[in-house]
Nanobody, 121 residues
Framework: QVQLVESGGGLVQPGGSLRLSCAAS????????MGWYRQAPGKQRELVAV???????TYADSVLGRFTISRDNAKNTVYLQMDLLKLEDTAVYYC???????????????WGQGTQVTVSS
């Protein structure tokens, strides 16, 4: 059994900051890439940022320079620091990780349950 549990969402004013966390737990052998996606009402889920096990990060153009993804491999946790938030950042944010379970030979994608981020004045 593997779980991804997100935390840190909430309501913030434009220009404000939030920090999301996502912790993976269970019978984990290894984790490769971890990432954050978001889905706004009426829109498709989109990639926000992804980070490899070695720490290389990639960002969507819309968040470049405002969001920072990081991870703590010892804690199986990925973070998303969101600064200079805009109204259009409002969405449900989902954590994703490629996890190889103990006894498995492959990595599979796992998803968190999502956390709401609302940017509003």
């Amino acid at each position: 059994q593997v779980q991804l549990v997100e935390s840190g969402g909430g309501l913030v004013q434009p220009g404000g900051s939030l920090r999301l966390s996502c912790a993976a737990s269970g019978t984990i052998f290894s984790i490769n890439a971890m990432g954050w996606y978001r889905q706004a009402p009426g829109k498709q889920r989109e990639l926000v940022a992804v980070i490899t096990s070695g720490g290389s990060a990639t960002y969507a153009d819309s968040v470049l320079g405002r969001f920072t993804i990081s991870r703590d491999n010892a804690k199986n946790t990925v973070y998303l620091q969101m600064d200079l938030l805009k109204l259009e950042d409002t969405a449900v944010y989902y954590c994703q990780a490629g996890i190889r379970r103990v006894g498995s030979l492959a990595h599979y994608n796992y998803w968190g349950q999502g956390t709401q981020v609302t940017v509003s004045s």
